[in-house]
Nanobody, 116 residues
């Protein structure tokens, strides 16, 4: 299984970015696609996740600002990030798993920097 993440970059506070994660390979019954992030000196944390049935989970810090979606036919997940804050700065990793608490595959990470 391979995960290809894209869409990171530098954005000013209040701006928006959209991350994409395309999965390929021997994908069988992958239920959950999600995004984690890790800022310098901090632990990796779950940002958002979505089941193949469309049930979503968000970290409290991003609720109302980020939206996760997926295209099951294309095995692709998206993370729309609005009203970005400097504290959203991190490397964002896409992930695949069987549940909201068990992730088996990880992408290479994409840098998101929110700065003026």
């Amino acid at each position: 299984v391979q995960l290809q993440a894209s869409g990171g970059g530098l954005v000013q506070p209040g701006g928006s970015l959209r991350l994409s994660c395309a999965a390929s390979g021997s994908i069988f019954s992958i239920n959950v696609m999600g995004w984690y992030r890790q800022a310098p000196g901090k632990q990796r944390e779950l940002v958002a996740a979505i089941t193949n049935g469309g049930i979503t989970l968000y970290a409290d810090s991003v609720k109302g600002r980020f939206t996760i979606s997926r295209d099951n036919a294309e095995n692709t997940a998206y993370l729309q990030m609005n009203s970005l804050k400097p504290e959203d700065t991190a490397v964002y990793y896409c992930t695949l798993g069987s549940s909201f608490v068990k992730y088996d595959y990880w992408g290479q990470g994409t840098q998101v920097t929110v700065s003026s």
